[in-house]
């Protein structure tokens, strides 16, 4: 392994079969504030990957389970080698927004909440779970979104911390990123 995550996750993937048609899916997982997007960010530099961010398929604050099982019409499709779709969650509009479609591709990368959902282990090439001291997570978090996360923050890491018990989702991971 080398010093860079995003490196040793694009390295398992291409190791492996493709899995999702023709092409790749690596997925990011970890509770918020843990650096997912930013690892997602980087594999794309590296890659020119598409990236799914799983924020726009959440139905709100406490739509974990929806945008987990919107993956489905994300995943199903690209198997096929037919474009995927979901539905955008507007958060300001507090509503379900315009459909949004994802091409295949050789390399497909969805990072968030649920995206390493045991469900779709048969769809994915890789999976990475990234974490950080939950003062550090929280502090990211808050920071990033301001005053619209705080007051959810402790129903949202109540979820999160019930899916990833029961998905076991860091005991799957193929590399654990550790930030903060």
């Known amino acids: 392994m080398t010093d860079s995550p995003s490196a040793d ?3 398992i993937a291409m190791s ?3 899995t999702l048609g023709p092409g790749r899916l690596i997925c990011v997982d970890g509770p ?5 997007t930013t690892l997602a960010t980087a594999l794309a530099d ?5 990236v799914v961010h799983m924020d726009d398929l959440y139905a709100g604050w406490e739509g974990l389970a929806e945008g987990i099982a919107q993956l489905e019409t994300v995943l199903l499709p690209l198997v096929e080698g037919a474009p995927g779709s979901y539905r955008r969650y507007d958060w300001h509009a507090h509503e379900l927004a315009e459909t949004v479609l994802v ?3 050789p390399l497909l990368v969805i990072e968030g909440v649920g995206s390493g959902a045991a469900a779709y282990d048969g769809f994915r090439t890789a999976l ?11 502090r990211r978090g808050v920071g990033r979104d301001g005053d619209t996360f705080a007051p959810h923050w402790d129903a949202w890491a109540a979820a999160e911390t ?4 029961r998905d076991q989702t860091a005991a799957r991971a193929d590399i654990i990123v550790a930030t903060g």
Do not use: I, N, Y
């Open 46 to 50: 590296m890659t020119q990957a598409q």
């Open 9 to 11: 996750l694009l390295m």
């Open 32 to 36: 918020a504030g843990s650096g997912k």
């Open 16 to 18: 492996r079969p493709a």
């Open 162 to 165: 019930e899916h990833f018990a």
């Open 103 to 105: 091409p295949p591709s």
């Open 128 to 138: 990475a779970w990234v974490d950080a001291p939950e003062e550090e997570r929280r």
